[in-house]
């Protein structure tokens, strides 16, 4: 960008991020997207099956988002307070409530609560290339300082390897799971992720209360009595803990003195039909 030699970038490498706004001035980008990012549970592995939900809430608990957010990421992100991402229909702040508040005290006290976790180590498999590994050795730092419980990465040489482990159930603890909006409406973050039978969820958590409410607000009579029921159903998402939610995405991009009129979208995309080459 700082050369000429590429006009618009999606996104910019995680080594970049502490200069680039110094570098591009106005060109530089930094918006939100309609993305998550968060820990999603195996619950068909020995480890988490039938595992009480306070032990999930304990390690959210042990997660200390303001500073990874602000050190690691560099203000990239925005610490997560529930499970559907920012500018979507139905998004609500706060639906958690505290579990997504660092307390290392009560982190503590509700793992022992429900009963530890089995073998007092866990795992996060992530993919190596997709400049994930620093902040997963941030929350693995930060949970085992408040909680004592054993946490190191699990990596995964790419995407694709992390996928494929993903989708043959061969996930050993936790793993790094991202989703982006396909239609901005709050049903696509909390069906499409922890219906039993969604494709979106591949820890396997299943719950015949949330399928239920998931059904009913399906068949709501309107958007509006849709998206109310959908709410109430994140708001309730704390007593099962199908994931942690750590940080929403932003943006975080420039282009070139070449090119003006350059936006993104809800997803994170530019806009290449926008992009103008000035003469």
């Known amino acids: 960008l ?3 030699n590429v006009d618009v970038l999606r996104q910019v490498a995680p080594k970049d991020l502490p200069v680039y706004k110094q570098d591009l001035g106005d060109r530089a980008v930094d918006q939100a997207y309609s993305a998550i990012q968060s820990i999603a549970v195996a619950y068909y ?3 988490w099956k039938d595992i009480d939900p306070k032990v999930i809430q304990g390690l959210s608990m042990a997660i200390d988002r ?3 957010t602000k050190t690691v990421l560099q203000g990239t992100r925005e610490p997560a307070t529930g499970w559907v991402a920012k500018g979507v229909m139905g998004f609500q702040p706060n639906a958690a409530g505290d579990v997504t508040k660092y307390d290392p005290a009560k982190a503590k006290a ?3 609560e429900g009963g530890g976790v089995p073998g007092n180590s866990i795992s996060i498999q992530y993919n190596a290339d997709g400049g994930h590994k620093e902040w997963v050795e941030a929350v693995c730092n930060s949970i085992t300082n408040a909680t004592g419980v054993k946490c190191v990465g699990d990596s995964k040489a790419d995407f694709q390897a992390d996928l494929n482990a993903r989708q043959s159930k061969q996930v050993k603890s936790l793993y790094r799971s991202g989703w982006v909006l396909d239609y901005p409406f709050n049903a696509n973050f909390l069906r499409d ?3 039993t039978k969604s494709d979106g969820n591949q820890g396997g958590f299943s719950n015949k209360t949330v399928d239920k409410d998931i059904a009913a607000a399906d068949s709501a009579s309107s958007l509006e009595e849709s998206e109310k ?3 109430e159903l994140e708001k309730s998402l704390v007593n099962y803990m199908p994931s942690i939610p750590l940080w929403y ?3 975080n991009a420039g282009y070139s003195e070449k090119v003006s009129g350059v936006q993104y979208d809800q997803q994170g995309d530019p806009v290449l039909t926008g992009v103008q080459v000035k003469k």
Do not use: E, H
Request: aromatic share 14%.
């Open 249 to 251: 995405y932003k943006v």
């Open 229 to 231: 029921k959908y709410q």
């Open 2 to 4: 700082k050369s000429g």
């Open 110 to 112: 509700l793992i022992k």
């Open 45 to 47: 592995t020995k480890q």
């Open 66 to 68: 303001d500073t990874i």
């Open 193 to 195: 992720l922890f219906g």
